[in-house]
């Protein structure tokens, strides 16, 4: 089984900047959708950004112009650049990856804390 690890969360004030990874043990070739959703205190999950079919983008109307989705596929890794950050940002961070059959993994998360 594929297993996701993700990295880079923290503790930052407003107005900084966090990049977070999700690096796949297996190759990102066959991967359909890369994308980063973050559930907030008390909050469902939500998606923040996504790759589609290798080239389509999509980002929340809230993060849009402040966050960077990106990948390098020779590292196996999709990568989250967030800046402008608000406290309104401060969630656990997921990545998932889903082939083209729709079969996705989850990362265990990583925490980002936004301080007024």
């Known amino acids: 089984q594929v297993q996701l690890v993700e990295s880079g969360g923290g503790l930052v004030q407003a107005g900084g900047s966090l990049r977070l990874s999700c690096t796949s043990s297996g190759s990102l070739l066959d991967i359909n959708t890369m994308a980063w959703y973050r559930q907030g205190p008390g909050k469902q999950r939500e998606l923040v950004a996504a790759i589609f079919n290798g080239d389509r983008i999509q980002y929340a109307d809230s993060v849009k112009g402040r966050f960077t989705i990106s990948k390098d596929d020779n590292k196996n890794t999709v990568y989250l650049q967030m800046n402008k950050l608000k406290p309104e940002d401060t969630a656990v961070y997921f990545c998932?990856?889903?082939?083209?059959?729709?079969?996705?993994?989850w990362g265990q998360g990583t925490q980002v804390t936004v301080s007024s």
């Open positions: 998932n990856l889903a082939n083209v059959y729709g079969r996705g993994t």
